[in-house]
């Protein structure tokens, strides 16, 4: 439904900061402008304003959703542990330094290609499978939920040890799954 130009003012009356300008503790902030009068011959209705105020809180979310996924990424790329993360068609997002040592692939060679062209199929046939289901399950939330986690076994076959993992889904709204972060432990069980 498109605004009328008044209701387009108040709405530009609200301003997202860039988490990298002002922020706070990577949480981005929603500042509001000074008001502008708006003529008292068009009155925004109550159904417009709960719209206007919606999506201003979408957007915040999402902003927050961001800056929180750009700080995830930042710990995720230095821990020693292997991880990856994959976005919901399975294309590897994130090839930390844990998977650079224990498959000896590069970030650069595995960055954007699909799990099952970097590791072999006894591998990214399960953790694909078990992403798959995490992104499905991830869809179904009409909240989000702190400790949605899934856990998995890969047993040890073709000269590989067995492999234990963890997947988390990554949200970019609720109900919307962006894709999965995928810790893996190698030969610890």
């Known amino acids: 439904m498109p605004f009328s130009p008044s209701e387009e003012?108040?709405?530009?009356?609200?301003?997202?900061l860039d988490f990298e300008q002002e922020s706070i503790d990577n949480v981005a902030v929603v500042q509001q402008r000074p008001p502008i009068p708006v003529s008292p011959e068009q009155p925004l209705s109550e159904?417009?304003?709960?719209?206007?105020?919606q999506k201003a809180a979408t957007v915040q979310a999402r902003r927050m959703l961001s800056?929180?996924?750009a700080y995830i990424d930042t710990l995720l790329v230095s821990l020693n542990q292997p991880c990856i993360s994959l976005n919901r068609e399975g294309k590897i997002t994130l090839w930390n330094a844990g998977m650079i040592v224990w498959t000896e692939v590069g970030e650069r060679i595995a960055q954007g290609k699909m799990l099952q062209d970097v590791l072999p199929p006894s591998l990214s046939e399960p953790i694909l499978d078990a992403h798959e289901e995490m992104c499905s399950y991830a869809e179904t939330l009409s909240q989000p939920r702190e400790g949605i986690v899934h856990v998995g076994y890969i047993p040890a076959q073709d000269g590989i040890e067995e492999v234990a993992l963890t997947l988390i889904p990554r949200l970019h709204t609720p109900?919307?799954?962006?894709?999965?972060?995928?810790?893996?432990?190698?030969?610890?069980?």
């Open 47 to 53: 159904k417009k304003q709960s719209l206007l105020l």
């Open 175 to 189: 109900g919307t799954a962006e894709g999965t972060t995928i810790l893996l432990e190698i030969g610890t069980l």
């Open 9 to 16: 003012r108040i709405v530009s009356h609200l301003r997202l």
């Open 67 to 69: 800056c929180q996924s």
